[in-house]
């Protein structure tokens, strides 16, 4: 078990190097949190009686969410508690694959010369002009009646400001993600309402006071990414003036 725990460090120091913070994910806390409650040998006997398998074929089966659910989370538990090199091999592989994909399209979108959707600089905001279609190929099941903007932020030689002016009577979201892909904070209409607002974007390592009249959104890693939404009511709706007050 020291053995396993040394090599997890090892890969977790790697890791973090990549994105500036050692950040445990949401899934691995869960199964931490669930551990201290139900053992292993509990948790393991008591999806036995219940049917429930963790190999490939029931997890990839169609039909019961919630007991497929459970295979994963017993197969998780499974991985978490072995000594197995091939174990430890997967478990690294499961938390490292999300920094893998984030950081190459961290690099890919921000380089010179990319067809620009919604792409363009590091620490800069950039909108798609039109609505998506068939040539969209870097958004899975992308929405056809927003219009997209992304920023792709590197926070480790400061804070950046984003600037969104009152968007009334319009759906939209600044949706912030880090390198796992897991979404820590919103600003948009559900989430902070339409009257917009100036906002202090700060890295995991700054200690700064936050000016009077900006709103702080701690970024718990210094690569980070916002996916941004407008709804569009009808082809002659024109967002455009909206995307150009945003930065």
Not at 11 to 16: L, R
Not at 43 to 63: D, E, R
Not at 110 to 118: A, E, L, N
């Amino acid at each position: 078990m020291i053995q396993k725990k040394v090599q997890l460090v090892s890969v977790t120091v790697i890791f973090a190097m990549l994105v500036g913070s050692a950040i445990i994910p949401y899934g691995l806390t869960a199964f931490a949190q669930q551990s201290q409650n139900t053992t292993f040998s509990q948790t393991t006997t008591s999806a036995n009686a219940t049917g429930v398998t963790a190999n490939k074929t029931a997890l990839l089966k169609p039909g019961n969410t919630a007991l497929n659910t459970a295979a994963l989370d017993v197969r998780m538990l499974q991985l978490t508690f072995s000594d197995k090199p091939k174990d430890i091999a997967t478990l690294a592989y499961i938390w490292g694959y999300p920094l893998v994909t984030i950081g190459g399209s961290y690099a890919y979108y921000t380089t010179k010369g990319v067809p620009s959707q919604g792409e363009g600089p590091v620490n800069t905001i950039n909108f798609a002009r039109s609505l998506s279609n068939t040539t969209w190929v870097q958004y899975v099941s992308p929405n056809m009646n927003v219009l997209y903007g992304n920023a792709w932020m590197n926070l480790a030689k400061g804070p950046l400001v984003l600037l969104i002016p009152p968007i009334p009577h319009r759906y939209y979201v600044m949706q912030f993600m880090d390198p796992f892909g897991q979404v820590f904070a919103y600003v948009g209409a559900r989430a902070t309402g339409s009257t917009g607002g100036t906002f202090l974007l700060t890295g995991p390592n700054w200690t700064g006071v936050v000016p009077n009249g900006m709103h702080q959104i701690p970024i718990p890693t210094n690569i980070a990414w916002i996916s941004n939404r407008i709804f569009v009511n009808g082809t002659s709706d024109n967002v455009h003036a909206i995307q150009n007050q945003i930065n």
